[in-house]
């Protein structure tokens, strides 16, 4: 049995919604590496493909959140044969390495979704007999450790994660997994915290989706059902998640605060978080037969949160890239501010 299993574990909230993160934490805390920063690339990639049918717009999401910005620290697997894929999981465990591994909720007993919504999730393996895989998924509200049947495993596992009306599925599991290579992380701590920096100034994404959005919400409003405007309201969820990692991100970098255009960048993404907390609630509320008038104030936070993602991007990049190459070699790195 691999130690984490034994391990006090905590969960860290801004980690909700972004399993791999999660799971990746876990076991880099277990291995008594602390730097919580270097696994944080901020952005998420949001793809959406319009197909016209009676004049409908119909939306295709892909969101994947990887944990390292350099491939090489993770070494990942997909499309072995299920037999093939546990005697190579078995033989990782045999080396203390914990096996990062994703599954469909709709076949995990423990999970709310279970037998009735598809969705890939990351979870730790930890142990693998004849007839049981042992894991761990430190996520709420289950905050499970224990075994599975291989039967049930297998299923997990093998699941094509039909498309299920959220961000996570869609995409085969097909027997993914991966490990993590602690002294690559090590070696270049350095350059992976000045990658989260670039990353989170990247605009192509973003920008796009969100004009996409836009482009969708204003074609006739009323041919636009419930279950696509909260297909909408879960991919930009994903998105002011993803700013609520950034600012913390940003404000655990020394001397920021102090520098006066280090101020107006977090004031600008705690204006940007802001937006799409307003946006979000406003498209739950969102349907059929909704007032114009509601998707016009969706639109015009959508449009206000691009000029802001903008400001950021073109203007502001310098600046920070600047203040984390004068630290990138001394910079002192703990736990989140409220990891405990």
């Known amino acids: 049995m691999h130690p984490i299993f034994y391990d006090d574990l905590v969960f860290y ?20 590496f602390a730097d919580w920063l270097i696994h944080q690339l901020i952005n998420v990639q949001f793809e959406a493909h319009i197909k016209m049918k009676n004049q409908q717009f119909f939306i295709d999401q892909r969101i994947s959140t990887l944990p390292f ?10 499309g072995m044969e299920f037999a093939e894929g546990l005697e190579a999981c078995k033989i990782q465990l045999s080396k203390n390495a914990a096996v990062i591994a994703s599954a469909d909720t709709y076949y995990l007993p423990y999970r709310v979704e279970y037998g009735k ?5 990351s979870i730790i393996i930890t142990d ?14 289950h905050f499970y450790k224990g075994a599975l049947s291989m039967e049930q495993w297998q299923l997990a596992w093998d699941s ?11 995409n085969p599991i097909d027997q993914e997994w991966f490990t993590v290579d602690i002294a690559l992380c090590k070696q270049y701590a ?3 915290r000045k990658k989260n920096v670039e990353s989170i100034f990247e605009r192509n994404n973003t920008i796009r989706s969100m004009q996409l959005l836009i482009k969708i919400l204003s074609f006739n409003v009323l041919k636009i059902d419930k279950q ?4 909408f309201h879960d991919a930009l969820f994903l998105h002011y998640r993803s700013s ?29 978080s802001k937006l799409l907390e307003r946006i979000n609630n406003q498209l739950l509320f969102a349907s059929a037969g909704v007032m114009q008038r509601r998707i016009d104030k969706i639109i015009s936070g959508l449009k206000a949160y691009i000029g802001h993602r903008e400001k950021l991007t073109l203007n502001m990049k310098s600046v920070l890239k600047g203040i984390c190459d004068e630290q990138r070699n001394d910079i002192t790195i703990g736990y989140p501010p409220n990891y405990l």
């Open 160 to 170: 094509k994660n039909p498309y299920d009306h959220n961000p996570f599925s869609g």
């Open 244 to 272: 609520r990692q950034a600012i913390l991100f940003l404000e655990s970098l020394a001397g920021l605060k102090e520098h006066v255009d280090g101020k107006e960048i977090l004031y600008i993404f705690y204006e940007m």
């Open 190 to 192: 350095p350059e992976l």
């Open 228 to 231: 696509q405007t909260l297909q």
């Open 117 to 121: 919504n598809h969705a890939c999730h």
């Open 13 to 32: 909230e801004p980690y909700h919604y972004f399993c791999v993160k999660n799971t990746v934490f876990q076991v880099l805390k277990q291995y008594g």
């Open 128 to 141: 693998i007999t004849d007839t049981y895989v042992y894991l761990v998924d430190w996520y709420p509200p």
């Open 69 to 78: 910005s350099i491939s090489d620290i993770t070494d990942v697997k997909k």
